[in-house]
């Protein structure tokens, strides 16, 4: 059993910045990936930004150069730093962690509940 538990959000002007948080805790074997998905009302649930076990990392383009996605030094712990926020930014972000178990060769998202992040123009 896996729990997987986001922080962060708030309510911010255009042009702030916000730090989102993640943990991953239980039995963890290997971790695949982590990433933030975010779901603004009346729009698909889309990825925002995912990091690899290897330390790669991929970013949907509206938010390239603005977001940054890291590991921290506690255990199973990403970060999202988002800079220059925007209206469209909105949303509630999400945070995934995909999870492979050797003795299976299965992997299996776990996901958080939801951070609010609510940008004012």
């Known amino acids: 059993q896996v729990q997987v538990v986001e922080s962060g959000g708030g309510l911010v002007q255009a042009g702030a910045s916000l730090r989102l948080s993640c943990a991953a805790s239980g039995i963890i074997l290997s971790i695949n990936t982590m990433a933030w998905y975010r779901q603004a009302p009346g729009k698909q649930r889309e990825l925002v930004a995912l990091?690899?076990?290897?330390?790669?990392?991929n970013y949907v383009d509206s938010v390239k150069g603005r977001f940054t996605i890291s590991r921290a030094n506690v255990k199973n712990t990403v970060h999202l730093q988002m800079n220059g926020l925007k209206p469209e930014d909105t949303a509630v972000y999400y945070c995934?962690?995909?999870?492979?178990?050797?003795?299976?060769?299965?992997?299996?998202?776990?996901w958080g509940q939801g951070t609010h992040v609510t940008v004012s123009s």
């Open positions: 990091i690899t076990s290897g330390g790669n990392t």
């Open positions: 995934n962690a995909n999870l492979y178990y050797p003795g299976t060769g299965r992997y299996d998202d776990y």
